[in-house]
């Protein structure tokens, strides 16, 4: 079975241009959810979704960010403008809500904003 | 709020030793508790899991027993391959809510 498949792998822009990173969840899953990752400050929840509704956004740094689900299968994270301190791994995560919980991840999009 | 406290690192090894990596945690109610293994240049993947008190989790000869007298999930193992270095973070989920990540500890194996 394919796992979170994220796009694009790698991007590097300029300072105040738009990036939009893509996701795809696991088949069937129904939570979904958006991770940032860097050397400072770990691993931060950005945004989860469940049934495609945001439930928790409140790890989102700033209106320059905003993420959304239109169906099942796709999610984005954009960043507009973008700024040098937004350089970072996003990860993009999916869960079937059961009893075990277990968040599977994708490969991650590797931003660096100059 | 929920909490994951990991050892600081890096734990550097070398290959054969026994390796232990502390992780405690606060949270409401009795939540699952997860190991990921974030290798360079990956993804986060689930390593083991237990979701009740005394549950062991396992896989690819790592261990770790969800003790709830002591509220942690140390993670261990007999002995270290060179390919197990990697970044280890251990989280826990209440219910339904999100992972709750420590903030990783880096393990470092030399042959």
Redesign the interface.
Known sequence: DAGVIQSPRHEVTEMGQEVTLRCKPISGHN?L?WYRQTMMR??E?LI?FNNNVPI?DSGMPEDRFSAKMPNASFSTLKIQPSEPRDSAVY?C?SRL?D??????????SWLTVV | GDSVTQMEGPVTLSEEAFLTINCTYTATGYPSLFWYVQYPGEGLQLLLKATKADDKGSNKGFEATYRKETTSFHLEKGSVQVSDSAVYFCALSSGYSTLTFGKGTMLLVSP
């Not at chain 1, 009893?99 to 991650?108: A, M, P, S, V």
């Open positions: 939570s959810f770990g691993l929840l989860y928790d990860f995560a809500e009893l075990g919980n277990t968040i599977y991840f994708g490969e991650g």
